[in-house]
């Protein structure tokens, strides 16, 4: 009864929201604007409300009281089981995926593989060092404008072109470290976000270096040892090998490229990972008073995280030029940053297997869902709220700490508002 | 002389909207220290309703220009408020005790959803209306340059300090009010000494959301033209201005919504209008990291 009573309280209040926004739809009249009624939207979604605020309270009795963790240990030794099966069957797929599958598909596995390489990288500052970055698609930014630019004016290939790249935008990581040190969470995140848009603006209207809007075109593509792909002849990647030339042979080569830099970002965190600068991140993120009295250096360890989360930014950046052939500020907003934070955060803020497969729900699925387009970043908003709420830590949440005071205890998600996690 | 004075009337009636937006910023961060994201969404709402209301009056009918704005007043806040206190409860509420980032990623997400929802409910076209109060006053004349005071202006101007008057006396008067504050001093404290928390903390966010909308109908009024983007640029400015204010203060709130929209205008006016949204965002950083706790907040020290 009391359920019943909450849920048409619920649904009253849907209707007062729904109402206005969406029953009376605004369009393009003779004279100005007209008003559309759509009843029957309004009454779908708040019959929807209705429903759901049902299915929540059922849900909400059949959840064990507080305290108790959701999956128990055996479910969850038997989810660690198949995460370890996991990575290594993915990595074999992701290597022949090109033989598998036609070209759509390793279009779009290229795709995939630019997020996770930027989830990737955002994760090191976002998920390891715990400095909430929203301004990421500026270090992308800076690497695909400084290939861009750096081609046209000297001439050089894309392998000479890319550690430049990406050193250029840890310059700019370390550039806006530094100003934004002493900030604590929340406000880093807003400059962070200022700085996305200022470079964005500045792209935009910066015409004689950066073409405003139109962008660079004419991008040169990368070359495997010189050769070059899409065409015959001698010093082709076609000519050297005798084969007939097919624009397949490029895509496949930028799809390897990109696994090669996602699979490098990937062992580079690793890596930093059990260095103590990676677990002087780690620490970081979990307490930074701790942090500090403990004799941590706070000024590096920030721009660090910073800078090694730009140059991955950087390189991706590289990566996208050569690809597309082309760059315009377009492909740079704040929603490109909110995607990426998305897949880190729905990753689990530190799995790295976890990044890689939200990665390949979000943009994958949302390439293959084509005609709900529009409604793709409403899902992805939606979805950060839900998994704030239900489960903060991600979906791969249960973490093994890189450091622990004898056996290592896997820490479900229940435990990490009480900082344990 | 004239071009000046112009652009001081154009500044200080933006700095209006963006003041009372901050407002609503800076009591939520006041009282439980996350940066509310969706706040400028909130604002777009409470446009998009208006323009909605004015709208439907119109075809009703009711011709009668300070019957419809009031209508629409009433009808922007009340459904703006209705968001508010759905976002608060949906994306917030469940999150209080989490880890530090949550409230902020969630609220983040839940700016993304809004903006989508009112581009897919609403289309993304830009939606232009016709100005509801025309006409206005010419000050002074300097060769061929007049200087206009909008009607429109001098409403804005009026609505904005009636409605600052009435939120101050809630504030410092009402039992409501005492709540509020004892919550932003400590809300621990404020629990133990009977205070429903909870609700004290859902009806900031219900007042933070009226005085939105009603920023979103001027915002409506004053430009003529708005679409489902508008509250996020108008959301980091309200922001700036609230943290140059001072963060927690709510005289300082509207105090950075002045000096925003004034500089704002003044840099258009004389610089570049292109650069006018880096201008503000650089005042954003270089505010937060030479004076962070802004004009006329105090200093916060971090207690562990």
Not at chain 1, 175 to 193: C, K, S
Not at chain 1, 317 to 342: I, K, N, Y
Not at chain 2, 73 to 100: C, K, M, N, Q
Not at chain 2, 236 to 253: D, I, M, Y
């Amino acid at each position: 009864m009391k359920a019943l009573r909450e849920a048409a309280l619920s649904a009253l209040v849907a209707l007062g929201l729904f109402a206005p926004i969406v029953g009376l739809r605004t369009v393009p009249g003779e004279r100005g604007l007209m008003l559309a009624p759509q009843p029957g939207l309004v009454a779908v979604l708040v019959g929807l409300v209705f429903v759901g605020r049902l299915g929540v309270h059922a849900y909400d009795r059949l959840r064990p009281p507080p305290g108790r963790a959701i999956v128990g240990p055996r479910l969850a030794a038997a989810t660690a089981r198949l995460g370890a099966w996991l990575a290594p069957a993915l990595i074999a797929l992701a290597l022949i995926w090109p033989a598998l599958v036609g070209r759509y598909y390793v279009d779009l596995a290229i795709l995939v593989l630019t997020y996770v390489m930027l989830g990737w990288g955002l994760n090191i500052v976002v998920g390891l060092a715990g400095l909430l970055d929203l301004g990421y698609v500026a270090f992308y930014a800076v690497g695909a404008y400084a290939y861009a630019l750096i081609a046209e004016f000297t001439g050089l290939g894309f392998w000479t072109c890319l550690p430049m790249a990406g050193l250029l935008a840890a310059l700019w990581g370390v550039t806006l470290g530094f100003p934004v040190l002493r900030l604590r969470g929340d406000y880093l995140a807003i400059v962070t976000l200022a700085f996305g848009e200022i470079i964005r603006v500045v792209l935009l209207n910066w015409v004689s270096l950066t073409g405003g809007p139109n962008g660079i075109s004419g991008i040169p593509r990368p070359t495997l040892f010189g050769l070059r792909f899409g065409s015959d002849g001698p010093g082709s990647f076609a000519g050297f090998f005798h084969l007939t030339s097919s624009p397949m042979q490029r895509i496949v080569f930028l799809y390897y490229v990109i696994l090669g830099l996602a699979f490098f970002t990937n062992l580079v965190s690793l890596r930093l990972r059990r260095l103590p600068l990676g677990r002087a991140w780690e620490a970081l993120r979990e307490d930074e008073i701790a942090c500090r009295s403990l004799g941590i250096n706070i000024t590096r360890t920030k721009l660090t995280a910073f800078a090694v989360g730009a140059l991955f930014g950087g390189f991706a950046g590289a990566f996208f030029a050569t690809r597309q052939g082309f760059v315009s500020p377009e492909s740079f907003t704040f929603m490109e940053s909110a995607t990426v934070l998305a897949i880190v955060v729905l990753g689990g803020l530190g799995s790295q297997l976890g990044v890689a497969l939200a990665a390949i729900v979000m943009i994958g699925g949302a390439e293959l869902f084509r005609e709900f387009a529009d409604y793709r970043m409403l899902v992805f908003g939606l979805a950060l709220v839900v998994m704030m709420v239900l489960r903060p830590r991600g979906l791969v949440s249960t973490r093994t700490p890189s450091v622990a005071l004898g056996a290592p205890r896997v820490i479900g998600a229940e435990m990490v508002a009480q900082g344990r996690g | 002389m004239a071009y000046a004075l112009q652009q001081l009337i154009n500044g200080v009636t933006l700095g209006m909207i963006y003041g009372l937006i901050a407002v609503g910023y800076t009591m939520v961060y006041g009282i439980i220290g996350m940066i509310n994201f969706a706040h400028g969404d909130v604002f777009m709402i409470g446009a998009f309703v208006s323009l909605v209301s004015l709208l439907g009056l119109a075809a009703l009918g009711i011709s009668a220009v300070p019957l419809a704005l009031g209508l629409t007043l009433l009808g922007a806040v009340a459904i703006s408020a209705l968001y508010g206190w759905a976002i608060e409860r949906l994306a917030y509420r469940p999150l209080r005790g989490s880890f530090r980032l949550a409230p902020l990623i969630s609220a983040i997400g839940m700016s993304i959803a809004l903006e989508n929802y009112v581009q897919v409910v609403q289309g993304a076209r830009v939606k232009p209306l016709a100005p509801v109060v025309p006409g206005g006053l010419t000050l002074m004349t300097e060769g061929s340059f007049a200087v206009q005071l909008g009607w429109m202006q001098v409403v804005i101007v009026v609505v904005t300090l009636a409605v600052l008057a009435l939120f101050t006396w809630l504030v410092t008067k009402t039992p409501l009010g005492r709540a509020m504050r004892a919550c932003e001093q400590d809300l621990k404290m404020a629990a133990l000494l009977g205070i429903d928390t909870d609700r004290t903390i859902s009806l900031t966010f219900v007042i933070g959301a009226a005085l939105a909308a009603v920023a979103g109908l001027l915002f409506l009024l004053y430009y003529g033209s708005i679409d489902f983007y508008v509250g996020f640029i108008a959301g980091v400015k309200a922001f700036t201005a609230a943290v140059l204010g001072g963060v927690g203060s709510l005289p300082g709130a509207v105090l950075g919504g002045l000096l925003i929209g004034l500089i704002e205008t003044i840099w258009s006016a004389y610089f570049s209008v292109q650069y006018k949204d880096v201008a503000a965002f650089s005042i954003l950083a270089v505010a937060l990291i030479f004076m962070p706790t802004g004009l006329l907040g105090r200093a916060d020290v971090e207690k562990v």
